[in-house]
């Protein structure tokens, strides 16, 4: 990408990157801690699925102008919670803000019009458009969109011919500029990845949300994408992401947050967050430092029953341990 329209992306976001990053070393390693500049807040946002509490988060601010992950365990509610800040789902309370605007009751479109765009974890080329016609379909607010304009042609040529030009200068930035003409069902899955950034783009957002972006990716692309995930840092945009590649987060972030079982357990940066015992258990399970007795084998296995007695209703089958309590008590 030529180095003028790098300039142009940086200025227009406004955002001192390396004053953003080093005002992280004011911020508390905790759950929840507020920082200097958000872009988006949540608050006690709540999302169910029958009896199933998939995201409980009480409170998080993500800092402008930076690169935050967002890690834990498979099921811990990630994408869950990706999908409600964006509009892909609703949340059962709550509420949650993007430059302070409220974004509850927001539908996806809208968020996405107002700077905060997403990509997937499975993702969502248009299998039978060109690359070049993916591209086109990211910008936002085209004339053509309208029926009635539609059919008159110099009411939307020169603004196509504008992002063809902005589309073809992000494919060569993202190295797809050969593929241009290709159909997007033909891309590798690492293409795949690479088209959905770059079409992100199109829409110019300050807030950029990537939902596990190594995940199906080969090593040779791996390094490609992270080169692009720094420089959208660069720009002065804030990126958000989802990973489990673990060397890829101590790589990239300035800042981490871990979920587990829908709520936000910890917070830091990669380093720190990496050793809080918190984060370890919820990764490895909080016995994983000590050997496993068979006493504690059936103390372990007995709660395990008694919860899913009492999920069904049912009466709890009584232990040799429950019964010396009762002995003990009388």
């Not at 759950?31 to 807040?41: E, M, N, S």
């Amino acid at each position: 990408m030529p180095a003028e329209t790098t300039t142009e992306l940086a200025n227009k976001t406004g955002v001192d990157v390396s004053a953003a990053r080093a005002a992280l070393s004011e911020v508390e390693h905790e759950p929840g801690a507020k920082k200097p500049d958000p872009i988006v807040k949540a608050e006690n946002v709540r999302r169910t699925f029958g009896g199933l509490t998939a995201v409980d988060v009480e409170q998080v601010e993500i800092q402008r102008g930076v690169i935050t992950a967002l890690i834990g365990p498979n099921g811990a509610g990630k994408t869950t919670f990706f999908n409600l800040l964006t509009g892909f789902d609703r949340p059962d309370e709550g509420d949650w803000s993007f430059n302070g605007r409220s974004l509850k009751g927001v539908p996806a479109y809208r968020v996405s019009r107002m700077g905060m765009v997403r990509t997937f974890q499975l993702t969502k080329v248009l299998a039978k458009l060109t690359v070049l016609e993916n591209m086109r379909v990211g910008a936002t607010g085209q004339r053509g969109e309208s029926l009635l304009r539609a059919m008159f042609a110099p009411f939307w040529r020169s603004e196509e011919t504008s992002n063809t030009e902005r589309a073809d200068a992000l494919l060569e930035r993202f190295l797809l500029i050969k593929k241009r003409e290709d159909f997007a069902g033909s891309l590798s899955g690492g293409q795949r990845k690479l088209l959905e950034m770059a079409r992100a783009l199109m829409a110019d957002p300050e807030l950029v949300m990537l939902d596990e972006p190594m995940a199906g990716v080969n090593p040779a692309l791996k390094q490609s994408l992270l080169g692009h995930v720094k420089s959208l840092r660069d720009e002065g945009r804030t990126v958000l992401f989802v990973e489990h590649d673990m060397d890829m987060v101590r790589d990239i972030s300035d800042w981490v947050i871990v979920m587990a079982q829908g709520k936000v357990i910890a917070e830091g940066p990669p380093d720190s967050v990496m050793g809080d015992q918190r984060v370890i258990d919820a990764y490895l399970g909080s016995h994983h430092d000590r050997d496993l007795t068979e006493e504690m084998e059936e103390k372990i296995l007995a709660e395990a029953e008694r919860e899913i007695a009492e999920e069904h209703g049912e009466e709890p089958v009584s232990t040799d341990e429950d019964a010396d309590e009762g002995e003990q008590r009388g």
